[in-house]
């Protein structure tokens, strides 16, 4: 059984700094992985798709890099900014049967003034 | 292009309730997703729909929620009765057959509480 896990849980930085948040998953036989924004009260947003075979995904200022053999991922934030404050929701694809996702429990990032 | 759609945005309830929620796909989107968020934790697949056919809905307690999708559109998620562990944001999401991604588009929630 695929298990997702994110950590930290939460995460507090300053504007300004760049930073990064991780996205574990124990069975590395994926389709694609999908980092999703979730902000309070709302449904989730699409930011990054990366398809098995690829290394990275970038956009703005999100970079996402995907290393299936080690069963990680990484989102990359550079110079956070308060409304970047959200949770942030890695999904994986799996290859066989109904394509639907597994969810880690996310991060919850604040980004301070 | 409108999104996906979801009524009612929150439902209080008592337990032993009856309650249903609404969703529309996006157009042409001919996958539809119904996951259930329990707070501090991430989405979990109750049932997926492909067309007016279920794909998976291995994870859905069947003693108490059912859904449908008749006309292969817009879906309903029904829980009867309802306990209070069923508390939580059930989010609708569809997706394309077409193209290789699979990627999901997911509506606002609906928050659920159950009293």
């Known amino acids: 059984k695929q298990e997702v896990t994110q950590i930290p849980a939460a995460l507090s930085v300053p504007e300004g700094e760049n930073l990064v948040l991780n996205c574990s998953f124990t069975d590395s036989a994926i389709y694609n992985l999908q980092w999703f924004r979730q902000d309070p009260g709302k449904g989730l947003t699409s930011l990054l798709l990366?398809?098995?075979?690829?290394r990275e995904q970038t956009s703005g200022r999100l970079n996402a890099s995907l290393d299936k053999s080690s069963g990680r991922s990484t989102l990359y934030i550079a110079a956070s900014q308060p409304g970047d404050s959200a949770t942030y929701l890695c999904a994986v694809r799996r290859w066989t049967g109904a394509n639907n996702l597994f969810f880690g429990t996310g991060t919850r990032l604040t980004v301070i003034p | 292009e409108a999104g996906v759609a979801q009524s009612p945005r929150y439902k209080i309830i008592e337990k032993r309730q009856s309650v249903a929620f609404w969703c529309n796909p996006i157009?042409?989107?001919?996958?539809l997703y119904w996951y259930q968020q329990i707070l501090g934790q991430g989405p979990k697949l109750l049932i997926q729909?492909?067309?007016?056919?279920?794909?998976?809905d291995s994870q859905l307690p069947k003693d108490r929620f059912s859904a449908e999708r008749l006309k292969g559109v817009d879906s309903t998620l029904k829980i009867q009765p309802a306990k209070l562990e069923d508390s939580a944001v059930y989010l609708c999401?569809?997706?394309?057959?077409?193209?290789?991604?699979?990627?999901?588009?997911f509506g606002p929630g609906t928050r659920l509480t159950v009293t």
């Open positions: 990366i398809q098995s075979s690829q």
């Open positions: 729909f492909q067309n007016n056919g279920v794909v998976d």
């Open positions: 157009s042409g989107h001919a996958t």
């Open positions: 999401a569809s997706s394309s057959v077409l193209g290789l991604s699979y990627e999901q588009y």
